[in-house]
DNA sequence: CAATATTATGAACAATTGTTCTTTATAAAA
DNA sequence: TTTTATAAAGAACAATTGTTCATAATATTG
């Protein structure tokens, strides 16, 4: 959220466009300059070199909360919406698509996801081990409730994250080759009702078995 | 399949490995050579240049069935297998965490994936699409059968492939980090039981309505 | 205003990059 | 064996890379 100003902003801005478009290595201290407008080495009186301004864009990523499906909210307050918790979150995810910075970071973090570990541990303990256990918390309580038929409350995490996490990459996919998105985009929110209507305890069946 | 033999084989396959670890950017003529133990400029008796083992590499992945979830059946002959069809699709894409080079192919395509629009095409078209439209057709036929409840074959389709896809990507990025990849790779054959349960028609409770 | 810190320029450097060239060794074909 | 294609080595080149330096312009501060 705290970025910088003027030509600082501008530098960070740009790198992290043309990394997330070209990845890091690929992309050079003279492209930076000539896309900002000034020389390549007034570049060195913002950032102390080139991976400095990598450094500067992981620890942005890191304070981003990238997704954060519960919006800070604790799993007890919000796992009675049921159905609708599913839909938002879901729609969390969708709206990304729709945000231009968080879509660039993404698309930054899955680019050099391979070639820096740093980053590997953030998408493990802040992006998906950090969302899976919310969620099973989530479904855990749902399942006590009676809400959703009882299974492993963990791997219930997993399926119903993985689809979405797909259908972000997807996204990211199609637009590199500027193809539309739109058809992507649905499966988000059918993916939640999918999903809820498969786990769901349904009440009037319920009843015929009494 | 058919790969070459010596030298050229051995320049092809560590280069494959170092673009799948490090990306095609990262690594140099120099590295190449000299893992494989000669100078670099013998390289140029066995490539063109070094985008010539690029295309080299993408070709062999062209024609590599990286996953192909049928094994060249078609759809009408395998679907009456049900569960136990999800539950063999579900393998192969474990398998591959088995297989050093196709995992190694499956590395280099996640690492490339933004960088080439060529590997897009081909993850798009023969990675993608072709396994989610045989899912489809699969599903549409446990439907007529009356295996499955109705929805859309696609979204159905969707929804099994992508937690394979996505439990594919957990392991690679464990690898990388050598770390355990047993408590991921259970999660294969879990989803397909999961996804199984889910969809399938009850007959038992079938019954009890009538 | 004057003094000082900040930011820009433009040129240059040293290292690394992919690639080519000539020459020598090796293998295949006659 | 002789001839000829193939594959290797070793040096070198030209381009590109990140980075530094001295200097000039611009803001900031006293």
Redesign the pocket.
Known sequence: MSEFK???QKIYSTALSLFAEQGYKS?????I?KEV??????????F?????ILDTIIQQLESSHLINIFENKEPQEVYKKGKLLLKNIANIFKLITYDTKTDLLFRFLMQELFNNSKLRVFYNEEFYQKNVKKLSAVFFMMMQDEMIEATDPLLLANEFFSPLFFYQLQITRLKADNQSTSAAATLFEKHAEFFWNKIKIDNSKKDTLF
């Not at 407008?37 to 913002?46: D, F």
């Not at 102390?48 to 400095?52: A, L, S």
Request: glycine share 8%.
């Open positions: 003027g030509t600082k992309t050079t201290m003279r492209q300059a407008g000034i020389q390549q080495s007034a570049i060195y009186n913002h102390k070199n080139k991976e400095d």
